[in-house]
């Protein structure tokens, strides 16, 4: 493999739920992010993983947020399979994941909030060491499946692995009965490894964990996300075409919409937005705009010191700070001057906190 970290996406059965967007001809794919490369390889159920996906040791969960308890995880498996590497062979540290989240496979027709997309949470994974990402479609065929079967099938037969990291509140099988202790057995039974992670907390006692980050981004907290989570909260999305009113009041916006049921508090948030290789400090509005009730929320970035057309293309949003809730403000002149002050405030406090050398976004002080 590869010197720089490199992640493999291994999908067990193809899934028509989420857009991977690759050519499913093609068995690797590269993906670029900075200098490092994610190599991509799509199975189908009938395949079995390239050899070099064997023999990993692979953390088990969903990974939502890829949040300071998940790189526990990662940062196991990772010291894990550098030990284990001897001799020039390098012994792949991975996860395994289900898509779709299963609390959307059994409630689909609420909305769940999902911290992270497939394609940012590979990115996260990436950027963590992380080789090996290993998908496992959730249908109901893989929900009614008793756990010592799923050991049997995705552990051993396909990915024959020599190790296993799950979290303390890790359940998996039918009706949830895959538990911390029948895996520790099921390792025993099949000679692979075991280690149970405990929970993973704050100097102060908080727990990591994505509701408590779904919890400080529905009250605005993005900042104490931010300190749960270990980097930015991040958005994406492509520009549409919105209503112009940000133009015709001198701040023209891309206009993103968010997947349904994101809970983030309506109201004015400093951010950092990445176009392509540049990143830019911005302002950013996500709200129902009351003022001129043009309907439901959507996220408005303008960036500062950009000049270009931005339709069409993909824009990623890392949260810095909340600097105030939603008003309505009586009158577009009203709005026009809130909105330079917004600007002038969110460009003042990002002056104040570093990029790293590759543009990835993380809280200063952690």
């Given at each position: 493999m590869a010197d720089v970290p490199a992640i493999i996406l291994a999908v067990i059965d193809i899934l028509a739920v989420i857009d991977l967007s690759i050519d499913r001809a093609l068995q690797r794919y590269p993906i670029a992010h900075g200098d490092k490369v994610c190599h991509v390889l799509v199975l189908t159920k009938h395949e079995k993983p390239a050899d070099d996906m064997r023999g990993g040791i692979y953390a088990i969960g969903n990974f939502d947020?890829?949040?300071?308890g998940h790189q526990a995880l990662l940062n196991d498996i990772r010291a894990s399979a550098d030990a284990a590497s001897i001799g020039?062979?390098?012994?792949p540290a991975g996860v395994i994941m289900f898509e779709p989240?299963?609390?959307q496979f059994f409630s689909p027709n609420e909305p769940h909030f999902r911290l992270t997309t497939l394609d940012e949470k590979l990115r996260l994974l990436a950027l963590h060491g992380i080789d090996v990402a290993v998908i496992v479609d959730f249908?109901?065929?893989r929900a009614s499946q008793e756990p010592e079967d799923f050991v049997t099938e995705v552990l051993i037969d396909r990915l024959g692995v020599?190790?296993?990291v799950i979290g303390y509140d890790?359940?998996?099988g039918r009706r949830r009965r895959g538990t911390p202790d029948l895996m520790v057995d099921a390792g025993k039974t099949h000679g692979f490894k075991v280690r149970v992670i405990e929970p993973q907390r704050r100097s102060d006692g908080e727990l990591f964990s994505s509701s408590s980050i779904r919890a400080c981004l529905a009250a605005g907290d993005v900042t104490g996300a931010a300190n749960l989570l270990g980097h930015y909260w991040r958005v994406s999305g492509v520009v549409e075409k919105g209503y112009q009113l940000g133009t015709d009041l001198g701040f023209p916006t891309a206009n993103?919409?968010?997947p349904d049921g994101t809970e983030l508090a309506h109201g004015i948030y400093a951010v950092r937005v990445s176009v392509g290789d540049a990143v830019y400090d911005g302002a950013a509005y996500f709200g129902g705009r009351p003022t001129v009730n043009t309907g439901a929320a959507r996220l408005e970035v303008f960036l500062m010191d950009f000049s270009g057309n931005l339709y069409g293309g993909t824009l990623h949003v890392a949260f810095v700070q909340h600097l105030r809730g939603d008003k309505d403000f009586g009158s577009l002149d009203a709005l026009k001057d809130q909105i330079s002050r917004d600007c002038a405030e969110a460009r003042e406090l990002l002056q104040t906190i570093p990029r790293d050398t590759e543009g990835v976004l993380v809280p200063a002080g952690l």
């Open positions: 947020g890829v949040h300071l020039g062979v390098r012994v989240h299963p609390r249908d109901g065929a020599s190790g296993v890790f359940h998996f993103i919409a968010l």
